[in-house]
């Protein structure tokens, strides 16, 4: 089974920078890597937003909108573990939600439905963010 935990959350300016952490369990095996993966977020009292998607190739990065140009996802599959990473920078204070790591086995759908959370069959339990003003 499949397990993501997120990890980097916290509280920061205006600003500020934070890299957020999400490790995969629970695969193995030569294709151990062939993970879709992304990041949501949501804050209260709104609907769970995209923010970012990578393919198991790693091409083809995709960002939301609101984010765009000050976050960035990156993946390391070293060592038969998948982590993937989000380096978000110039935080500001509409960024704060939960921010959850989400993945789905590698299929070409994802190449219109990565910013569909119905596409991600695996998800974190979430990692708090709060930018202050």
């Known amino acids: 089974q499949v397990r993501l935990v997120e990890s980097g959350g916290g509280l920061v300016e205006a600003g500020a920078s934070l890299r957020l952490s999400c490790i995969v369990s629970g695969r193995s095996g030569e294709h151990f890597n062939l993970l879709d993966m992304g990041w949501f977020r949501q804050a209260p009292g709104k609907e769970r937003e995209f923010v970012g998607g990578?393919?198991?190739?790693?091409?083809?990065?995709?960002?939301g909108d609101s984010v765009k140009g000050r976050f960035t996802l990156y993946r390391d599959n070293g060592n038969d573990k998948i982590t993937l990473y989000l380096q978000m920078n110039s935080l500001k204070p509409e960024d704060t939600a939960v921010y959850y790591c989400?993945?789905?086995?590698?299929?070409?759908?994802?190449?219109?439905?990565?910013?569909?959370?119905?596409?991600?069959?695996?998800w974190g339990q979430g990692t708090q963010v709060t930018v202050s003003s």
């Open positions: 990578m393919p198991f190739s790693g091409d083809r990065i995709a960002y």
């Open positions: 989400a993945a789905n086995s590698a299929n070409w759908a994802f190449r219109t439905r990565y910013d569909d959370s119905q596409y991600y069959a695996y």
